[in-house]
């Protein structure tokens, strides 16, 4: 196992993650182009692991509890480019935004029910995560997974990549950077009321 692995992990709980050769990986495509039972989430340019990198892992390594987080297998490196990634699980019902643009012309399609799973759901796996001390700061729709493309199947929280912990978000509340897609942030922050 390479050291990098050990580093990654020492500090956080670990549930049947491992270090993953990258040659046990066949027919590897994009996620677009492909239905297989895992994906590899590439950082660009990443070929040391950087903050970033240890963040989002540490952040699937606690959210795994519970069914709250996409699954995380372990991490693997790119033997050509050298760059690390995470070997995730591969959610066939896609992202919620995905599902709901296949399945009705318009929201109005969707039953009173129907959302109201799917927002109970949200509210469940939101209280998780923040009992865990944990501040999404990118939650939208192309981030929220579903299992199967069943209308009731479970839905999942991804992209963790701009999480923080609470008690590191206190550290930094002088912080004045805006984070997350444009479309989804709120117009007080934008307008810094």
Same mark, same amino acid.
């Given at each position: 196992?390479?050291?990098?692995? =050990?580093?990654?992990?020492?500090?956080?709980?670990?549930?049947?993650?491992?270090?993953i050769?990258?040659?046990?990986? =066949?027919?590897?495509? =994009?996620?677009a182009?492909?239905?297989?039972?895992?994906?590899?989430?590439?950082?660009?340019?990443?070929?040391?692991i950087?903050?970033e990198?240890?963040?989002?892992?540490?952040?699937l390594?606690?959210?795994?509890?519970?069914?709250?987080?996409?699954?995380?297998?372990?991490?693997?490196?790119?033997?050509?480019?050298?760059?690390?990634?995470?070997?995730?699980?591969?959610?066939?019902?896609?992202?919620?935004?995905?599902?709901?643009?296949n399945?009705?012309?318009?929201?109005?399609?969707?039953?009173?029910?129907?959302k109201?799973?799917?927002l109970n759901?949200?509210a469940?796996?939101?209280?998780k995560?923040?009992?865990?001390?944990?501040?999404?700061?990118?939650?939208?729709?192309?981030?929220?997974?579903?299992?199967s493309?069943?209308?009731n199947?479970?839905?999942?929280?991804?992209?963790?990549?701009?999480?923080?912990?609470?008690?590191?978000?206190?550290?930094?509340?002088?912080?004045?950077?805006?984070?997350?897609?444009?479309?989804?942030?709120?117009?007080?922050v934008?307008?810094?009321?």
């Amino acid at each position: 196992m390479p050291k990098v692995y =050990q580093n990654v992990t020492k500090n956080v709980m670990i549930i049947g993650n491992e270090w993953i050769s990258y040659d046990r990986f =066949q027919d590897i495509k =994009q996620i677009a182009k492909g239905g297989y039972e895992v994906v590899l989430k590439k950082f660009n340019n990443i070929v040391d692991i950087n903050e970033e990198f240890l963040n989002e892992i540490a952040i699937l390594l606690r959210t795994n509890v519970g069914s709250i987080s996409i699954t995380l297998y372990g991490i693997t490196k790119d033997p050509e480019t050298h760059e690390y990634m995470m070997v995730l699980y591969y959610y066939k019902g896609r992202s919620l935004r995905n599902h709901l643009n296949n399945n009705f012309d318009n929201f109005d399609n969707i039953s009173w029910d129907d959302k109201s799973v799917y927002l109970n759901n949200l509210a469940i796996k939101f209280a998780k995560i923040h009992r865990l001390d944990i501040v999404h700061r990118d939650f939208h729709l192309r981030n929220i997974l579903k299992f199967s493309l069943q209308n009731n199947s479970s839905m999942y929280l991804s992209d963790f990549g701009l999480s923080e912990l609470i008690t590191e978000n206190i550290k930094n509340s002088q912080k004045s950077t805006i984070s997350g897609v444009l479309p989804y942030i709120v117009s007080e922050v934008l307008s810094e009321e």
